[in-house]
């Protein structure tokens, strides 16, 4: 099967995704240990860089991981890759970036102090984005019973990590039932997060989301809808424990995630929520497109 082509850039060295590039010992492929951050493009313009680049920064933190690279550099390297996509490919849609670094290479053992020294791999490729259906429809999503999502006090939800087993057999479970996403639970049965999402509701006209020490990832987007945008729409918002027993009492419910913004979603197993012109999730998606086209205007210097 033909492949859609990807840009790589390992170590600053530009080459097609599909060509080798790591050797077999590094760490964030015999390990996952590795850390990582996504961004995407509105109107061709990198969208929240510095708030992914602190995130990034909190994650190799956390894992003890050097970062030996600045902001900068990995901007300049970030710049060199989307060029060299667009060049290969003609392409002048929305991009997706993905820069993962891991802890390098080293003999066969699971002491960090084994590690050489850290890797970046940067991936580009077109900015994957809702369809119109989707947005009209929204999503089904299905509560895992199976898994539960990682405990914070084992690893952490909050470390975007190269770890993403519990991810996927989530919504493996999900989609063998017939959903399009996930919502999984942690061990005191609260609603946490989707897969790779954050997850929000609106019940009694109240934005409302998991809070973080439920066991999620502090995500981009969340911060800005919560932090701005609800409140710019006269919004009033609340970070509070959920669980299945609140879905009942959900007027709307929508994903947040850096590629995809705010989805709708349209039920999760046997409870419907509104879509569609006038909601709450519809507005927030506007207000979002708004913010991100602003930001395109007065960052030039973050052009693709």
Not at 48 to 73: F, K, M, N, V, Y
Not at 107 to 136: H, K, M, R, T
Request: proline residues 5%; contains cysteine; charged residues 20%.
């Amino acid at each position: 099967m033909s492949l859609p082509y990807i840009q790589a850039n390992t170590d600053g060295r530009l080459h097609p995704a599909h060509e080798p590039a790591l050797a077999p010992l590094n760490r964030g492929f015999l390990y996952g240990d590795a850390i990582y951050e996504v961004w995407r493009t509105y109107h061709r313009v990198l969208f929240a860089w510095e708030e992914h680049w602190s995130r990034l920064e909190r994650s190799a933190a956390a894992l003890h991981l050097s970062l030996p690279w600045s902001r900068d550099r990995i901007l300049e390297e970030v710049l060199r890759t989307t060029a060299a996509f667009r060049g290969a490919t003609g392409f002048t849609g929305e991009l997706y970036v993905r820069l993962q670094v891991s802890r390098g290479g080293g003999p066969i053992g699971l002491d960090p102090a084994l590690a050489d020294e850290s890797q970046f791999v940067l991936l580009v490729q077109p900015c994957p984005v809702n369809s119109p259906a989707v947005q009209e429809r929204g999503l089904r999503l299905a509560l895992a019973h199976t898994l539960r999502r990682n405990p914070v006090e084992c690893l952490s939800p909050a470390w975007k990590t190269g770890n993403y087993l519990n991810n996927i057999l989530g919504l493996r479970e999900a989609r063998a039932r017939g959903a399009d996403e996930v919502v999984m639970l942690n061990q005191r049965g609260e609603i946490t997060e989707a897969s790779t999402s954050n997850i929000g509701f609106v019940i009694q006209g109240t934005v409302v989301t998991p809070r973080l020490d439920a066991g999620i990832l502090e995500g981009i987007t969340r911060g800005i809808v919560l932090g701005r945008l609800a409140g710019s729409l006269g919004l009033s918002v609340a970070e509070q424990s959920l669980t299945p027993g609140d879905l009942a009492g959900s007027e709307e419910c929508f994903l947040l995630s850096t590629t995809k913004g705010v989805t709708p979603v349209a039920e999760i197993d046997e409870w419907r929520f509104r879509v569609g012109a006038g909601t709450v999730t519809a507005r927030l998606g506007a207000a979002l497109e708004r913010e991100a086209e602003e930001v395109s205007r007065r960052r030039p210097e973050l052009r693709t």
